[in-house]
């Protein structure tokens, strides 16, 4: 059973950082991707930043390009998003998940596994 438990989360002033930490557990992930997503109220659920997981390659949405930083530790089995200069538009729930055998997918609906999502509130 894979579980995937997101920690960091939190409220920051507009220019501050933040880290997000998925600790990915239940299987070899070698063969899988991982994303991170999010929520803000009113919105649908959308895509932010993914890697493949054997690759280490990562793609991002364009509003958070230079500004976003999605990597993996292999032995730690985490996913971490580094998230710098951030604004009030970044302000929703944040979601780690992973999909196996996906590639490139930035669609949530190809990501079988989720986290329970943790709160970032970005204050201007």
């Known amino acids: 059973q894979v579980q995937l438990v997101e920690s960091g989360g939190g409220l920051v002033q507009a220019g501050g950082s933040l880290r997000l930490s998925c600790a990915a557990s239940?299987?070899?992930?070698?063969?899988?991707?991982m994303g991170w997503f999010r929520q803000a109220p009113g919105k649908e659920r959308e895509f932010v930043a993914r890697?493949?997981?054997?690759?280490?390659?990562?793609y991002y949405k364009d509003s958070v390009k230079g500004r976003f930083t999605i990597s993996r530790d292999n032995a730690k089995n985490t996913v971490t998003l580094q998230m710098n200069s951030l604004k009030p538009e970044d302000t929703a729930v944040y979601y780690c998940?992973?999909?196996?055998?996906?590639?490139?997918?930035?669609?949530?609906?190809?990501?079988?596994?989720w986290g329970q999502g943790t709160q970032i509130t970005v204050s201007s």
């Open positions: 998940a992973a999909g196996a055998g996906i590639g490139a997918a930035i669609s949530s609906r190809a990501y079988r596994y």
């Open positions: 890697i493949i997981w054997s690759a280490g390659s990562t």
């Open positions: 239940g299987r070899t992930f070698t063969s899988y991707t």
